[in-house]
Nanobody, 121 residues
Framework: QVQLVESGGGLVQAGGSLRLSCAAS????????SAWFRQAPGKEREFVAH???????YYLDSVKGRFTISRDNAKNTVYLQMNGLKPEDTAVYYC???????????????WGQGTQVTVSS
């Protein structure tokens, strides 16, 4: 059974940093594209970042230069380092895994339960 478990969310002031982690069991992250999505209240889920083959990364324009996605294959864990956080980054953040190199949420087969990130102004 595949499980993705996120951690690291919380409340932070604008300009602060958080590091989200997503630990996988039942699948090997190195064989999958891993991504972070987020969903703010009243808004649709949106793509944030993804990593493929540990070297290819892609980011939502609004987080480029502030967020970094990485993966530790030995720990089977994906990270999202978030610096320079803004109130508009407030959302529930989800990690996901797909066998495809894709940014479309419809193509992601496995999802975590989500972790809340709240950025105060």
């Amino acid at each position: 059974q595949v499980q993705l478990v996120e951690s690291g969310g919380g409340l932070v002031q604008a300009g602060g940093s958080l590091r989200l982690s997503c630990a996988a069991s039942g699948l090997t992250f190195s064989s999958y594209s891993s991504a972070w999505f987020r969903q703010a209240p009243g808004k649709e889920r949106e793509f944030v970042a993804h990593i493929y083959w540990n070297t290819n990364t892609y980011y939502l324009d609004s987080v480029k230069g502030r967020f970094t996605i990485s993966r530790d294959n030995a720990k089977n864990t994906v990270y999202l380092q978030m610096n320079g956080l803004k109130p508009e980054d407030t959302a529930v953040y989800y990690c996901a895994a797909s066998r495809l190199n894709t940014r479309s949420s419809d193509s992601y087969d496995y999802w975590g339960q989500g972790t809340q990130v709240t950025v105060s102004s």
